[in-house]
Protein backbone atom coordinates (compact mmCIF):
# COMPACT_ATOMS: atom_id res chain seq x y z
CA UNK A 1 0.00 0.00 0.00
CA UNK A 2 1.47 3.37 -0.53
CA UNK A 3 -0.34 6.23 1.09
CA UNK A 4 -1.07 9.23 -1.72
CA UNK A 5 -2.94 11.69 0.79
CA UNK A 6 -3.37 12.16 4.27
CA UNK A 7 -6.07 14.71 6.20
CA UNK A 8 -6.31 15.42 9.95
CA UNK A 9 -9.57 15.19 10.89
CA UNK A 10 -8.94 15.95 14.99
CA UNK A 11 -6.50 14.68 17.04
CA UNK A 12 -7.35 10.64 16.90
CA UNK A 13 -9.32 10.37 13.34
CA UNK A 14 -7.53 10.86 10.06
CA UNK A 15 -8.59 10.17 6.51
CA UNK A 16 -6.28 8.87 3.53
CA UNK A 17 -5.98 7.94 0.18
CA UNK A 18 -4.29 5.05 -1.24
CA UNK A 19 -3.11 2.80 -4.35
CA UNK A 20 -5.37 0.32 -2.53
CA UNK A 21 -8.56 2.52 -3.57
CA UNK A 22 -11.20 4.59 -2.10
CA UNK A 23 -10.07 6.95 0.55
CA UNK A 24 -10.95 5.75 4.43
CA UNK A 25 -11.00 7.33 8.17
CA UNK A 26 -8.57 5.65 10.58
CA UNK A 27 -8.71 6.56 14.23
CA UNK A 28 -5.41 6.10 16.30
CA UNK A 29 -6.94 3.55 19.07
CA UNK A 30 -7.03 1.00 16.11
CA UNK A 31 -2.98 0.80 15.61
CA UNK A 32 -0.49 -0.42 17.49
CA UNK A 33 2.62 -1.42 14.89
CA UNK A 34 2.33 1.60 12.87
CA UNK A 35 2.38 4.62 14.54
CA UNK A 36 0.30 7.44 13.16
CA UNK A 37 3.25 9.74 12.69
CA UNK A 38 4.18 7.24 9.89
CA UNK A 39 1.53 7.64 7.96
CA UNK A 40 2.67 10.12 5.34
CA UNK A 41 2.28 10.96 1.47
CA UNK A 42 4.62 8.45 -0.45
CA UNK A 43 4.96 6.04 2.40
CA UNK A 44 4.83 2.71 1.27
CA UNK A 45 3.25 0.11 3.68
CA UNK A 46 3.34 -4.08 3.53
CA UNK A 47 2.69 -7.03 4.76
CA UNK A 48 1.40 -7.13 8.68
CA UNK A 49 2.01 -3.29 8.68
CA UNK A 50 -0.31 -2.42 5.83
CA UNK A 51 -2.91 -5.06 7.17
CA UNK A 52 -2.84 -2.87 10.44
CA UNK A 53 -3.64 0.22 8.16
CA UNK A 54 -6.75 -1.71 6.33
CA UNK A 55 -7.74 -3.46 9.72
CA UNK A 56 -7.73 0.07 11.26
CA UNK A 57 -10.29 1.71 8.63
CA UNK A 58 -12.68 -1.01 9.11
CA UNK A 59 -12.41 -1.25 12.87
CA UNK A 60 -13.72 2.60 13.18
CA UNK A 61 -15.99 2.25 10.02
CA UNK A 62 -17.70 -0.46 12.54
CA UNK A 63 -17.34 2.41 15.84
CA UNK A 64 -18.91 4.89 14.03
CA UNK A 65 -21.78 2.59 13.22
CA UNK A 66 -22.43 1.17 16.67
CA UNK A 67 -22.39 5.05 17.45
CA UNK A 68 -25.39 5.78 15.38
CA UNK A 69 -26.93 3.00 17.50
CA UNK A 70 -26.21 4.17 20.55
CA UNK A 71 -27.04 7.41 19.57
CA UNK A 72 -30.53 6.55 19.52
CA UNK A 73 -31.00 4.37 22.58
CA UNK A 74 -28.71 2.67 25.00
CA UNK A 75 -27.76 -0.89 23.13
CA UNK A 76 -25.75 -4.17 24.74
CA UNK A 77 -22.91 -5.97 23.65
CA UNK A 78 -24.37 -9.00 22.25
CA UNK A 79 -27.49 -7.02 20.45
CA UNK A 80 -25.12 -4.70 18.86
CA UNK A 81 -22.97 -7.20 17.53
CA UNK A 82 -26.12 -9.16 16.15
CA UNK A 83 -26.86 -5.91 14.24
CA UNK A 84 -23.34 -4.96 13.11
CA UNK A 85 -23.32 -8.65 12.13
CA UNK A 86 -26.56 -7.99 9.82
CA UNK A 87 -24.72 -5.25 8.41
CA UNK A 88 -21.94 -7.36 6.95
CA UNK A 89 -18.92 -6.18 9.51
CA UNK A 90 -16.68 -8.68 10.25
CA UNK A 91 -16.64 -10.53 13.74
CA UNK A 92 -12.86 -8.90 14.58
CA UNK A 93 -13.76 -5.30 13.52
CA UNK A 94 -16.39 -5.49 15.72
CA UNK A 95 -15.02 -6.63 18.71
CA UNK A 96 -11.98 -4.08 18.03
CA UNK A 97 -14.85 -1.23 17.64
CA UNK A 98 -16.87 -2.28 20.43
CA UNK A 99 -13.71 -2.66 22.85
CA UNK A 100 -12.92 0.78 22.31
CA UNK A 101 -16.59 2.11 23.18
CA UNK A 102 -16.68 0.13 26.28
CA UNK A 103 -13.40 1.67 27.32
CA UNK A 104 -14.81 5.24 26.83
CA UNK A 105 -17.98 3.93 28.55
CA UNK A 106 -20.38 4.67 25.44
CA UNK A 107 -21.16 0.94 25.86
CA UNK A 108 -22.04 -0.16 28.98
CA UNK A 109 -24.56 -3.60 29.49
CA UNK A 110 -25.31 -2.97 33.43
CA UNK A 111 -26.62 0.52 32.13
CA UNK A 112 -28.09 -0.74 29.38
CA UNK A 113 -29.63 -3.13 31.68
CA UNK A 114 -30.64 -0.86 34.35
CA UNK A 115 -32.54 1.66 31.33
CA UNK A 116 -34.59 -1.71 30.35
CA UNK A 117 -35.35 -2.43 33.65
CA UNK A 118 -36.66 1.07 34.30
CA UNK A 119 -38.67 0.57 31.25
CA UNK A 120 -39.99 -3.11 31.73
CA UNK A 121 -41.30 -2.04 35.03
CA UNK A 122 -44.03 0.27 33.27
CA UNK A 123 -46.22 -2.04 32.24
CA UNK A 124 -44.43 -5.88 33.89
CA UNK A 125 -44.50 -6.48 37.37
CA UNK A 126 -41.95 -9.04 37.74
CA UNK A 127 -39.85 -10.35 40.80
CA UNK A 128 -35.81 -10.50 40.58
CA UNK A 129 -35.53 -14.23 39.37
CA UNK A 130 -37.77 -13.47 36.42
CA UNK A 131 -35.86 -10.51 35.64
CA UNK A 132 -32.32 -11.52 35.85
CA UNK A 133 -33.44 -14.47 33.43
CA UNK A 134 -34.27 -11.82 30.42
CA UNK A 135 -31.78 -9.67 31.06
CA UNK A 136 -29.33 -13.43 30.40
CA UNK A 137 -31.52 -13.98 27.82
CA UNK A 138 -30.63 -10.73 25.63
CA UNK A 139 -26.87 -11.71 26.51
CA UNK A 140 -26.23 -10.13 29.43
CA UNK A 141 -23.38 -11.19 31.62
CA UNK A 142 -24.62 -11.79 35.31
CA UNK A 143 -21.93 -10.12 37.14
CA UNK A 144 -23.73 -7.28 34.90
CA UNK A 145 -27.12 -8.09 35.50
CA UNK A 146 -27.14 -8.49 38.67
CA UNK A 147 -25.00 -5.54 39.39
CA UNK A 148 -28.16 -3.45 37.64
CA UNK A 149 -30.73 -5.21 39.37
CA UNK A 150 -28.94 -4.60 42.74
CA UNK A 151 -29.21 -0.78 42.01
CA UNK A 152 -32.53 -1.52 40.48
CA UNK A 153 -34.18 -2.91 43.72
CA UNK A 154 -32.66 -0.09 45.37
CA UNK A 155 -35.11 2.67 44.01
CA UNK A 156 -37.82 -0.42 43.46
CA UNK A 157 -39.13 -1.94 46.06
CA UNK A 158 -39.45 -5.92 45.06
CA UNK A 159 -42.57 -6.25 47.81
CA UNK A 160 -44.30 -3.46 45.35
CA UNK A 161 -44.03 -4.70 42.51
CA UNK A 162 -45.24 -8.20 43.97
CA UNK A 163 -48.18 -6.54 45.29
CA UNK A 164 -49.08 -4.97 42.01
CA UNK A 165 -48.82 -8.49 40.51
CA UNK A 166 -51.10 -9.25 42.86
CA UNK A 167 -53.32 -6.85 41.91
CA UNK A 168 -53.62 -7.36 38.44
CA UNK A 169 -54.26 -11.26 38.79
CA UNK A 170 -56.84 -10.35 40.92
CA UNK A 171 -58.53 -8.33 37.89
CA UNK A 172 -57.88 -10.24 35.76
CA UNK A 173 -59.45 -12.91 37.86
CA UNK A 174 -62.68 -10.24 38.42
CA UNK A 175 -63.24 -10.73 34.60
CA UNK A 176 -63.22 -14.43 33.90
CA UNK A 177 -66.22 -16.12 34.16
CA UNK A 178 -64.34 -18.56 37.25
CA UNK A 179 -62.21 -16.17 39.46
CA UNK A 180 -58.60 -17.47 40.24
CA UNK A 181 -57.69 -19.97 43.39
CA UNK A 182 -54.90 -19.21 46.01
CA UNK A 183 -52.88 -21.57 44.71
CA UNK A 184 -53.05 -20.33 40.35
CA UNK A 185 -52.47 -16.83 42.07
CA UNK A 186 -49.56 -18.57 43.59
CA UNK A 187 -48.03 -19.70 40.36
CA UNK A 188 -48.90 -17.14 38.27
CA UNK A 189 -46.59 -14.86 40.81
CA UNK A 190 -43.80 -17.63 40.96
CA UNK A 191 -43.66 -17.49 36.89
CA UNK A 192 -43.25 -13.58 37.49
CA UNK A 193 -40.66 -14.46 39.80
CA UNK A 194 -41.19 -13.63 42.90
CA UNK A 195 -40.05 -15.54 45.95
CA UNK A 196 -42.35 -17.78 47.63
CA UNK A 197 -41.73 -15.53 51.20
CA UNK A 198 -42.94 -12.30 49.45
CA UNK A 199 -45.67 -13.97 47.57
CA UNK A 200 -46.63 -15.43 51.42
CA UNK A 201 -46.01 -11.91 52.74
CA UNK A 202 -48.41 -10.49 50.01
CA UNK A 203 -51.25 -12.65 50.22
CA UNK A 204 -50.91 -12.43 54.14
CA UNK A 205 -51.41 -8.47 53.54
CA UNK A 206 -53.77 -8.44 51.36
CA UNK A 207 -55.56 -12.01 51.38
Known sequence: ???YTREQISSEVFKISSDMGSAFFIHTAYLSLVSPEEIQEAVEFLDEKEDEILDAGLSFAVQRKAEEYLSRAEQCRFALTQKLLKK?????????ALDYLE?????????????WLNSRKINHFEGRTRLLAELLSRG?????????LDEFFTDNSEYELALSCYEKIKRTSKNSSQPLEKEKIVQKMLKNGFSWSLIKEVL???S
Open 103 to 115: GKNYLNDTRFSLS
Open 88 to 96: GYEKKHIEK
Open 140 to 148: ISKIDANTA
Open 1 to 3: MVI
Open 204 to 206: SDY
